[in-house]
Structures are given as C-alpha cells and as structure tokens.
C-alpha cells in the first residue's frame, strides 16, 4: 500500500490581469509620472528592461541640481525600494509593463519638491 503524501501548501499567486496592478490610472486620466513596483527579485536590469528604457532619475520634481543621479545610485536606490519612476506614460505602455511578472504595480506618482 502506497504511503499518502501531505499535500503541499497553496503558494499564493498574482492575478496575471495587467488591469488588475494599475492602480489611480485610467486611459482617460493618464498621470504625468507612474511609479512601477517591482518584485524584490527583479535587478535593475532587468526593470529598466521591462519599463523599455530609462527610468526618470528623480524621486522629486525639482531635484537641487541639473545633473541626474548616477547610474549607481540609482541601481542602489532601486536595490532597496524596487521601484522606478517613469514619465509621460501612455496606456498601452503601462498595460505592457503591468503584464510583466516581475511588476507588482503601477500607480500615478505625484512628485513633490526636493526637501
């Protein structure tokens, strides 16, 4: 007689409907800026891959100075917050990139000023 196995735990699993991560977003109130959570796995890499180009580098609409932050800063902002922020989003893009499993969400991201 076989022996029975204890059946494994139910792993949770993401809803794989992009509409269903995009979040204060609409085809018909598209935000200036949207920020793109990400999983913790995902690398920088592989973010700035998935968002189909560079991530706007500010974290604030009027940064103290002309110059964005460099690459290894922003690798290492990105390395503890996993998001990115993008500009002047269009539907299709963001209904591209929330279909992405490593994206958790994307939101409207008002920027403030720097402190």
């Given at each position: 007689m076989p022996k029975s196995s204890a059946a494994a735990p139910a792993t949770p699993t993401r809803n794989p409907d992009p509409l269903a991560r995009i979040h204060n977003v609409t085809p018909?109130?598209?935000?200036?800026?949207?920020?793109?959570?990400?999983t913790p796995a995902t690398t920088f890499d592989q973010a700035v891959a998935i968002i189909g180009g560079n991530p706007y580098p500010w974290t604030c609409d009027e940064p103290r100075s002309p110059v964005a932050p460099s690459r290894a800063d922003q690798r290492a902002a990105f390395a503890t917050a996993h998001w990115l922020i993008i500009s002047y989003p269009q539907w299709n893009q963001l209904m591209r990139i929330a279909a992405a499993p490593q994206v958790v969400s994307v939101e409207a991201a008002p920027l403030y000023p720097c402190p």
């Open positions: 018909h109130a598209m935000p200036l800026f949207a920020s793109i959570l990400f």
